[in-house]
């Protein structure tokens, strides 16, 4: 191995040394502050270190707008110690750090790769924790940052000590080795362009999971070729996947894309256009809810140039781009939605630079979410390389109450122990149970979307003949859609690394504290009176026709008892695509949502990203929603709690975070 050219590196005799000093993330704001005047301190009992930390604190949502050095100033300037964010800008960055360390389930939420390529442009260059989420793992390797859980490195570091590369590297599958030999995916994934080796993993007869049989599917047995597919794999097998999607949106597009032009200049196509899908989604609605400060600083003018971007690679390279709207503000529809209304079929893998994209696994299509380094190669060569996750089987069963919902079993499952103890990290979850087949198509999408929120690597649940009347309507005949839907479900034999049960029947609705999706609790033991001043019901996970049915039903009561939104609430309705629209207007929603005084929202994003109506723009201003996440900073400064649809209507209907009692 030579010497590296990376200043914060140096690569030599297969070592590696860390010029730089190591930073503590830690939950007490002081020992945080020490660190960043000066003090350098060692690895003790009494340093008590962050856990649960997410992209959104490594990394604040309203500075992705720019993905170049400049995000290198702002890490974790949003990142929450005790209430308190001891980090201000350019404070890490010039503090000459090169190791940052935390606790368990490092970089939760969101698959933006701004998150590690911030921690990269401030000189972070090794990342030590008890745990990481799959894909903020894997995106600091594309980049080239090293990984660990091996807090022993640490006193050898801060003591000048080189360290093997083997070490660094220990555990990792051989193909992230030599990614992380090559110092990241790009160098590595050019250097496989044009090749012929064989790369698939060795085929035995192994019992299948639904999910191993999709990824068995799509093996690359010769990256030259389109020859894909081997009779079985199994968890910790590695290769290179054929993707039948490849979906980005206006956030990712353009840095993307600039990725590539940095590594091949402007003379560069991308293979099979026809399978790539490019949307504008989560930022059609900024213009009206970014602050004059930010403005000011040139992140509205950063943001339509993202848009521009991803218009110009879409027209140069002849990609389908679903737009805004040309007769009204807003978009086509949320990349998820439109994805599973669409495009995703049973059996088919899909990658998606966001990390909700498990949401077409409510038809048994293989989605998951990657970083802008993972989908920029994957466009120069149409797949990706993954390790294969182990299983884990959720199964639903007993008596589904009325007022229960697929967001409130996520929000319980979100607390279950085995889920807080990180045991369903990085698996592939699998949902059965007689009660998963009762709920309809949109009830499932949010069931699997919110793996996310777990942390796993996605989530599906096999095909049945609810998909395949549902694919008839999309237009397929019923011996296609029946077809696509054979042979989708796991072998009686197959092994799952969990198998948790739910019990349906004890459930009631649920609400999450601010932080954390996590902090769930029964509705009924919230213990204070708490006032709101926002409502919104959207997001992938709450702007299906099934959430709009909720929000109607609660709202049409109101109306008929003489009840309407609450004068110091602001309700914001917003639907997934123009179909869920159509659907509402069809429906006679529309005409509901006015009279209750609720303001309905034209498809997109929005406020689930801070970058449109129903965010808070004070710390004292309390929010209930539907969306998926509500860690520090992702809708605005204030308090966000989040619940199902019913929950949101009612609350927004008594002004207080209240239940639904149909």
Not at 86 to 100: D, L, T, W
Not at 375 to 404: C, F, M, N, Y
Not at 450 to 479: C, K, N, Y
């Amino acid at each position: 191995m030579s010497c590296s050219r990376d200043s914060h590196l140096r690569f030599n005799d297969g070592k590696v040394s860390f010029d730089g000093r190591v930073l503590f993330l830690t939950e007490d704001p002081q020992p945080l502050r020490q660190q960043l005047a000066g003090e350098d301190l060692i690895l003790s009992s009494d340093l008590r270190l962050r856990s649960d930390i997410s992209t959104d604190e490594i990394i604040p949502v309203y500075r992705m707008y720019q993905f170049d050095d400049k995000l290198g100033t702002y890490v974790y300037e949003a990142l929450c110690c005790s209430q308190q964010f001891p980090v201000h800008p350019g404070s890490v960055k010039n503090g000459g750090f090169i190791v940052s360390v935390s606790g368990s389930r490092r970089g939760k939420g969101s698959s933006r790769e701004h998150a590690p390529l911030a921690e990269y442009h401030a000189g972070i260059r090794l990342i030590v924790a008890k745990s990481f989420e799959r894909i903020y793992r894997d995106n600091c390797h594309n980049l080239g940052i090293f990984t660990s859980t091996d807090f022993g490195l640490l006193p050898r570091i801060q003591a000048g000590e080189t360290i093997p590369f083997s070490q660094l590297v220990a555990g990792l599958d051989p193909i992230t080795v030599d990614i992380l030999r090559h110092r990241g995916l790009f160098p590595y994934a050019l250097g496989r362009l044009g090749a012929d080796e064989m790369v698939a993993p060795v085929s035995s007869d192994y019992p299948q999971t639904l999910g191993e049989k999709i990824l068995a599917r799509h093996v690359v047995t010769h990256p030259a070729s389109d020859i894909t597919g081997v009779p079985s794999i199994q968890p910790g097998d590695h290769a290179f996947m054929r993707t039948d999607l490849r979906i980005s949106h206006d956030y990712i597009t353009g840095m993307a894309e600039a990725l590539i032009r940095a590594q091949l200049g402007e003379d560069y196509t991308v293979r099979d256009p026809e399978t790539m899908i490019l949307f504008r989604d989560h930022l059609t609605f900024l213009d009206d809810v970014m602050t004059p400060k930010r403005q000011a600083i040139g992140l509205l003018d950063a943001a339509h140039a993202l848009n521009h971007a991803q218009q110009q690679f879409a027209n140069r390279h002849g990609i389908k781009l679903h737009g805004e709207q040309t007769d009204r503000k807003g978009s086509e529809g949320i990349n998820h939605n439109l994805v599973l209304e669409k495009y995703a079929l049973p059996g088919s893998f899909v990658v998606s630079a966001d990390s909700h994209a498990p949401h077409m696994g409510a038809i048994g299509c293989l989605a998951v979410g990657v970083g802008s380094t993972a989908l920029a190669t994957s466009w120069l060569t149409r797949d990706i390389h993954l390790v294969v996750p182990e299983s884990a089987r959720v199964q639903l069963v007993g008596e589904l109450p009325r007022e229960i919902t697929a967001k409130d079993i996520m929000l319980h499952l979100l607390t279950r122990p085995e889920v807080k103890s990180g045991r369903l990290v990085g698996k592939l979850i699998e949902y059965g149970g007689p009660v998963v087949r009762q709920l309809c198509l949109d009830e499932r999408a949010t069931l699997t979307n919110m793996a996310t929120e777990i942390g796993a690597f996605s989530a599906l649940i096999a095909p049945d003949q609810r998909v395949v009347r549902w694919l008839h309507q999309r237009g397929l005949t019923t011996s296609e859609a029946e077809r696509l839907c054979r042979d989708l479900s796991s072998d009686t034999d197959a092994v799952y690394a969990e198998d948790l049960w739910i019990d349906v029947s004890t459930l009631r609705p649920m609400i999450a504290l601010p932080g954390d999706p996590g902090n769930g609790i029964f509705c009924d033991e919230l213990t204070e009176d708490v006032a709101i001043d926002i409502a919104f019901c959207g997001s992938c996970t709450g702007s299906k026709a099934a959430d709009m049915d909720m929000v109607a039903a609660v709202f049409a009561a109101a109306l008929d008892a003489g009840k309407s939104i609450h004068p110091r609430v602001k309700c914001y309705i917003q639907a997934g695509s123009i179909a869920v629209r159509e659907y509402c207007d069809r429906s006679g929603y529309l005409e509901v949502f006015r009279k209750v005084g609720a303001c309905f929202l034209e498809p997109g994003c929005g406020a689930c990203c801070n970058a449109g109506p129903g965010v808070s723009e004070r710390e004292d201003q309390v929010t209930i929603s539907s969306i998926n996440r509500n860690f520090p900073g992702r809708s605005g400064p204030g308090r966000l709690y989040l619940a199902s649809p019913y929950t949101v209507a009612a609350s927004a209907i008594a002004g207080r975070v209240t239940l639904y009692q149909p």
